[in-house]
């Protein structure tokens, strides 16, 4: 069974010097363990929140949706945000869409600004940014 100390050394160890270690241990302090000493939201989910999604990795999962289309600047500036919000927290929750910076640019939510497929297929590329963050050993 891992103990919060344990955590704190492997993420030491794993994520180097992308965080301070003082950051690491009072984020594991703060955390829920679940009974095998991991966070409850799983090990993955967890190192994502603390050091976010690289931007280029943000960007390329939004490739496929951006090619061969012209979106207006309403468009550009939530898929922005978008990008911002993964890059700071690693993933995000499709409900989020509907919130504060979202709701600025598109106050009725993506299906304001998309077509209802474009609108689910922003929502796709969020879970599928989730599921990635998954460690294999957590879905088994």
């Known amino acids: 069974m891992a103990t919060k100390g344990s955590v704190s050394s492997w993420l030491n160890s794993a994520i180097g010097s992308r965080l301070r270690s ?5 984020t594991v302090s703060r955390c829920t363990l679940s ?3 991991w966070p409850d939201e799983g090990l993955g989910l967890f190192i994502r929140s603390l050091v976010g999604l690289d931007r280029e990795a943000a960007r390329d999962a ?3 949706f951006l090619v061969d289309r012209t979106l ?4 550009l500036d939530f898929i922005n945000l978008i990008v911002n919000d993964l890059t700071v927290n690693g993933v995000m929750e499709p409900g989020r869409l509907y919130e504060s910076p979202f709701n600025g640019v598109a106050p009725r939510g993506p299906e304001a ?5 474009d609108a689910d297929r922003l929502v796709s590329i969020l879970r599928s940014i989730k599921n990635n963050a998954v460690l294999a050993s957590e879905v088994a």
């Open 22 to 26: 003082a950051s690491i241990s009072a």
């Open 62 to 64: 939004f490739s496929e």
């Open 113 to 117: 600004l998309f077509s209802n497929p």
């Open 72 to 75: 207006n600047a309403a468009q």
């Open 35 to 37: 009974g095998d000493g």
